[in-house]
C-alpha cells in the first residue's frame, strides 16, 4: 500500500482498515504505541483508534457502526462492501493525529477500506418568522428608574430630633 498523508489540522476524518492478521496480533494493536508502529507514525492517541472483530457490531455491522455511532452519512457508504469486510478492523479518527500533519506508511497487512468524512453540525438557519422575534414586539413599558431613598433621612432626622428633644429636656 502506498503512503497515506494527513494533512495538519485536519478535522472529522475516520479512516476505516481491514486486517490481514492473527486475532493475537491485532488485539495487540490496542496497546499504546502499536497503532502507530504498524502505521509508521508515532504520537498517536490511542482512545481516538478502536481496534475491533466485525462479529462484535452484531446486528449493527460496520453500516451502522460508522454511520450511527460515528456519524457518517448513508451517501458515503457502500453497505454491500462494508457487510462483506470479515475479520478484525481499525478505524483511525483524525483526532488521533492531535492537529498534526502526517504521511502514514502501513505495515502491508492493514488495507485501507474507506475515508469517510464526519457529519458536522450545520448551524445556518432560515429565517425566524414569529411574532416574538419581530423586532420591538415586546410591550413597551417605561423603564424604572432609581427610587428615592428619603426613607433613611427621615428616620436620621427623627433620630436627631429625639436626641435634641432629650436633651432640651434634661436642660429644662
Request: with cysteine; hydrophobic share 45%.
Amino acid at each position: 500500500m502506498s503512503n497515506l498523508t494527513v494533512a495538519p489540522h485536519e478535522r472529522g476524518v475516520l479512516r476505516l482498515f481491514s486486517l490481514d492478521m492473527r486475532t493475537e496480533e491485532a488485539k495487540f494493536l490496542r496497546e499504546p504505541g502499536a497503532a502507530d508502529q504498524i502505521l509508521g507514525v508515532s504520537g498517536l492517541d490511542p482512545a481516538q483508534i478502536d481496534v475491533f472483530p466485525v462479529s462484535d457490531l452484531e446486528e449493527l455491522g460496520l453500516f451502522g457502526y460508522l454511520n450511527d455511532g460515528c456519524g457518517v452519512s448513508a451517501d458515503q457508504l457502500n453497505r454491500t462492501m462494508l457487510e462483506a469486510i470479515e475479520g478484525w478492523v481499525m478505524v483511525l479518527r483524525s483526532a488521533a493525529f492531535d492537529g498534526q500533519g502526517a504521511d502514514l506508511k502501513p505495515d502491508p497487512r492493514v488495507h485501507l477500506v474507506g475515508l469517510y468524512t464526519e457529519e458536522t453540525t450545520n448551524w445556518t438557519g432560515g429565517k425566524i418568522e414569529t411574532e416574538s422575534a419581530k423586532p420591538f414586539s415586546a410591550p413597551q413599558t417605561l423603564p424604572e428608574g432609581p427610587k428615592p431613598r428619603r426613607i433613611g433621612s427621615a428616620v436620621l432626622a427623627l433620630v436627631i430630633l429625639l436626641v435634641v428633644g432629650g436633651v432640651l429636656w434634661l436642660i429644662l
